[in-house]
T-cell receptor, first 111, second 115 residues
Framework: DQQVKQNSPSLSVQEGRISILNCDYT??????FLWYKKYPAEGPTFLIS?????DKNEDGRFTVFLNKSAKHLSLHIVPSQPGDSAVYFC??????????FGSGTKLNVKP | EAQVTQNPRYLITVTGKKLTVTCSQN?????MSWYRQDPGLGLRQIYY???????DKGDVPEGYKVSRKEKRNFPLILESPSPNQTSLYFC??????????????FGSGTQLSVL
């Protein structure tokens, strides 16, 4: 059974608006949470991370929120740009050796 | 240019014919790992290596072998491929140092089809 789940396979938003991508996990031992972005025919690239001791981490237009009690994290992209159109993977790890990824959410930002 | 290089990019083979997918990184990274990506399942970790001669199983290691004889190389070996190993494979590496361990650098992928 998947320990990290992304229940929305796709999301479509208008350029300039906020994109919110969600992720749920089941293992309370996870200490680190990550988001990766993937374009077609390329490998995933690291976007942003958060450790379990924080509830928010920001990097430019990207903010990750962590709700440990709900075992839920979300990625906010503000404002969304057409170049943000990609598949976004959520991932989690206890120790940076084993990583567990979600199934991905395909974001489409319309001009 | 800093990169993770996988070869081949595409591979079609038949059941039972041993194959190796190579992975090489030029960033002197300690940590390397292999993943497979399947529709609806995302990326699943096959094996990882914390350093030379140190490897361990990920989430889906059955049917795969790895070796880490040199720091830069981490080949994935399928001794007897089966159709359920048809997938898109990614190799990744990271510095393994505090503050950077979460930043996995991925290769471009190897699309494997086992007939």
């Amino acid at each position: 059974d998947q320990q990290v789940k992304q229940n929305s396979p796709s999301l479509s938003v208008q350029e300039g608006r906020i994109s919110i991508l969600n992720c749920d996990y089941t293992n309370s031992m996870f200490d680190y949470f990550l988001w990766y972005k993937k374009y077609p025919a390329e490998g995933p690239t690291f976007l942003i991370s958060i450790s379990s001791i924080k509830d928010k981490n920001e990097d430019g237009r990207f903010t990750v929120f962590l709700n440990k009690s709900a075992k839920h994290l979300s990625l906010h992209i503000v404002p969304s740009q057409p170049g943000d159109s990609a598949v976004y993977f959520c991932a989690a790890s206890e120790d940076f050796n084993k990583f567990y990824f979600g199934s991905g959410t395909k974001l489409n930002v319309k001009p | 240019e800093a990169q993770v290089t996988q070869n081949p990019r595409y591979l079609i083979t038949v059941t039972g014919k041993k194959l190796t997918v190579t992975c090489s990184q030029n960033m002197n990274h300690e940590y390397m790992s292999w993943y497979r990506q399947d529709p609806g399942l995302g990326l699943r970790q096959i094996y990882y290596s914390m350093n030379v001669e140190v490897t361990d199983k990920g989430d889906v290691p059955e049917g795969y072998k790895v070796s880490r004889k040199e720091k830069r190389n981490f080949p994935l070996i399928l001794e007897s491929p089966s159709p359920n190993q048809t997938s898109l494979y990614f190799c990744a590496s990271s510095p393994g140092t505090p503050g950077a361990r979460e930043k996995l650098f991925f290769g471009s992928g190897t699309q494997l089809s086992v007939l």
